[in-house]
């Protein structure tokens, strides 16, 4: 069975409650319209509860931009996975580059936070990625298999199964650079036939692996022409709309 593309728009640290409620009911009627593909939007937490009501039950996903893995307790400043299951939000972005590289998140605190949403019943969209200095020194594989190894560890094969992976290469998140549509496939192959290894292939092939990192309007219908590229993480493209639902309706 072929796997259905997933469209993700992450807004990161942006938009008011109002503004996301605006964009998010926007792109609501865009995705209602795509019967083949997924779409999902991860507004910041203050937004979360209202863009969750105001999408109700369309076919947009709400994901949240990280998660805890603990369901209460001493933990200033995170969310649990319980309380974004009280929100009725079903997925949540965990090991973004950005949570690794500034707030120094390490791969096990991104296992802890896998596991956490997987036992509350929330589905992980599992971020790995390389810089640009780790890529010239060819380690990207390495790195990659490490990340993944790592953030999955302690998963059965049933949980894997239930994950979404986002390859963003760190070099071009937010740079306007953007791996070449070979590039982008070799590492989703790499990263797919990784997963059979490590499972099975039945698990691997059910596993929607994503791109992020600069996808936009004039680059995601090559990227998603890949066999093995599953979907996209959009950043800045996701808060206008004329560009996200012009990647949602991707060629």
């Not at 998660?67 to 400043?77: I, L, R």
């Not at 580059?97 to 596991?115: W, Y």
């Not at 994503?210 to 093995?228: E, F, H, I, R, T």
Request: aromatic share 6%; with cysteine.
């Amino acid at each position: 069975m072929p796997r259905r593309p997933l469209i993700a728009g992450n807004w990161k640290m942006h938009l008011s409650v109002a503004q996301a409620v605006e964009l998010a009911e926007k792109v609501a009627e865009v995705a209602a319209g795509c019967n083949d593909r997924d779409v999902v939007i991860a507004p910041p937490f203050t937004a979360l509860d209202a863009v969750s009501k105001a999408v109700g039950k369309t076919s947009t996903f709400i994901a949240s931009q990280n998660v805890a893995w603990e369901k209460e307790g001493a933990f200033t400043g995170e969310i649990s996975p319980t309380m974004l299951v009280d929100l009725g939000v079903p997925m949540a972005i965990i090991g973004h580059s950005e949570r690794r590289q500034i707030f120094q998140e390490s791969d096990k605190m991104v296992n802890l936070r896998v596991k956490g949403a997987l036992a509350n019943g929330i589905v992980p969209i599992l971020c790995i990625g390389e810089t640009l200095g780790q890529r010239e020194a060819d380690m990207t594989f390495k790195v990659l298999e490490s990340q993944l190894a790592e953030g999955l560890e302690g998963c059965t094969s049933e949980m894997v199964g239930d994950i979404v992976v986002a390859y963003e290469p760190v070099w071009a998140i937010g740079t306007g650079k953007t791996a070449s549509k070979e590039q982008a496939q070799e590492v989703h192959a790499y990263l797919r036939q990784f997963l059979e290894e490590k499972y099975r292939k039945d698990i691997a092939q059910k596993i929607r692996i994503l791109y992020g990192g600069s996808v936009k309007p004039d680059n995601v219908d090559s990227l998603m022409a890949q066999p093995d590229i599953d979907g996209a993480l959009v950043g800045g493209a996701a808060l206008k709309f004329e560009s996200f639902a012009r990647i949602i309706n991707f060629i």
